[in-house]
Nanobody, 127 residues
Framework: QVQLVESRGGLVQAGGSLRLSCTAS????????MGWFRQAPGKEREFVAA????????IYADSVQGRFTISRDNAKNTVYLQMDSLKPEDTAVYYC????????????????????WGQGTQVTVSS
């Protein structure tokens, strides 16, 4: 089992920045690809970003490419999501997730690729 705890989100004005963190416990953190997803009101949960085990590779949804940066610190068992140039449409509950440990040759961008989930944290961007 892997337990994931996200940092508190918050309210930020459009154009502002916010950094989320997610700390893992229970298993060897570096064994897992890590991802961030989000769910806006009335919408399905969607992929945001993911990072490889060592942190050297990452992928992003088109909607956040160039504005968000995912990173990880394996010594601290923590994955981060730096969100810059925030827009009102970024308002959502953000979830971190740890991959199915059997996945080794690609970074998943869909929910079935992830086995463990955090509880979610609200991010609200005001216009």
């Amino acid at each position: 089992q892997v337990q994931l705890v996200e940092s508190r989100g918050g309210l930020v004005q459009a154009g502002g920045s916010l950094r989320l963190s997610c700390t893992a416990s229970g298993r060897t953190f570096s064994n897992y690809l890590m991802g961030w997803f989000r769910q806006a009101p009335g919408k399905e949960r969607e992929f945001v970003a993911a990072v490889s085990r060592g942190g050297g590779r990452s992928i992003y949804a088109d909607s956040v490419q160039g504005r968000f940066t995912i990173s990880r610190d394996n010594a601290k068992n923590t994955v981060y999501l730096q969100m810059d140039s925030l827009k009102p449409e970024d308002t959502a509950v953000y979830y971190c997730a740890a991959s199915n440990p059997a996945i080794s040759n690609y970074i998943p961008s869909t929910e079935p690729g992830y086995r463990y989930w955090g509880q979610g944290t609200q991010v609200t961007v005001s216009s």
